[in-house]
DNA sequence: AGGCGCAGGTCGATGGCGTCCATGGCATCA
DNA sequence: TGATGCCATGGACGCCATCGACCTGCGCCT
């Protein structure tokens, strides 16, 4: 993990789909090796998948919220855990210092929806309580900051 | 935006980087045909962007919280969403229904440089309050959940 | 100090792919 | 029913991904 290695990942964070000789001509390698380069980024897990993003609106999810989740005293979270990972609603899900244990990034289509979304979690077994905001609009999501090698300072 | 824009789009969210052919061939159409329904969906802002996901740990951004921001009575929003807009640390930024208007998502490399990113926060015109959550692990994140086209129901 | 081995780079070739174009079918509408 | 416009098809061409061969610089071991 170098300072090329660091700039194909911004280039790939900005735009996934540049071919490897863009990508080449952009750090001033040629393109089997950067070819070789990504493939091992890939390979150790520092790049872990390639995604389009999508105004979610389009595709009928059009309702964010965000859930907030008290776990229950003596609740295995193991289980509270692989129920929720069964919930595609569920977009991210983060284990929190705090009250609440999990913080939970969600979408549906519409406030029904969210509504059986939030029943269906309260009903889980080891959650205590559940609290939750909804988005109103997303002034932006998922904006990549470029990334600081620890070892460059 | 049909069945076959749809099942595009999820295509595209699970790898970003495949193939028109490939896409082509999954969906039953011919390569140029898919080439063309991407460049819409592009072009129409259904598909905003390809991005790599990345090990945050790996490029020196391991620590990941969430800061509730409360605004002062009288303050100017939009004030407040440009000061916060030029700070990189901040990856996505929701304007919420509740007491606290925004809901932001942060990622920087230690716990001393969250400190001195909220301190901003808090100096911020505008801004009241803050309250900061930490997310100790991350179960999942940007999980693509399938579309759905609400003309299909 | 010298030689060996390896990691990682460039170069060149080839096969597949992206992309443009002309053609033809189908549905819509007058 | 005839015209029209959109869209998929298929072919062609040039670029790109990808593989193999060779080269270079560095660390290690003798």
């Not at 900005?14 to 000789?21: G, H, L, Q, V």
């Not at 001509?25 to 070819?35: E, I, M």
């Not at 929190?96 to 939970?104: I, K, N, W």
Request: glycine share 8%; hydrophobic share 45%.
């Amino acid at each position: 993990m170098d300072a090329i290695d660091l700039r194909l990942i911004d280039l790939l964070r900005e735009n996934a789909r540049s071919s490897y000789a863009e990508l080449a001509r952009q750090v001033g390698l040629s393109a089997p090796a950067v070819h070789e380069r990504v493939g091992k980024l890939e390979a150790a897990g520092t790049i872990r998948a390639y995604r389009a993003e999508v105004e979610h609106e389009a595709i009928g999810l059009g309702v964010t919220a965000l859930i907030g989740i008290v776990e229950d005293s003596g609740a295995d979270t193991d289980d509270v855990l692989s129920a929720l990972r069964v919930m595609p609603e569920i977009e991210s899900c983060y284990f929190m210092a705090g009250v609440e244990s999990y913080q939970l990034t969600v979408r549906v289509g519409t406030i029904a929806e969210l509504e059986q979304l939030i029943v269906r979690i309260n009903r889980t077994r080891g959650v205590a309580s559940t609290r939750t905001a909804i988005a109103l609009s997303t002034k932006w999501e998922n904006r990549p900051q470029p990334g600081l090698d620890p070892a460059l300072g």
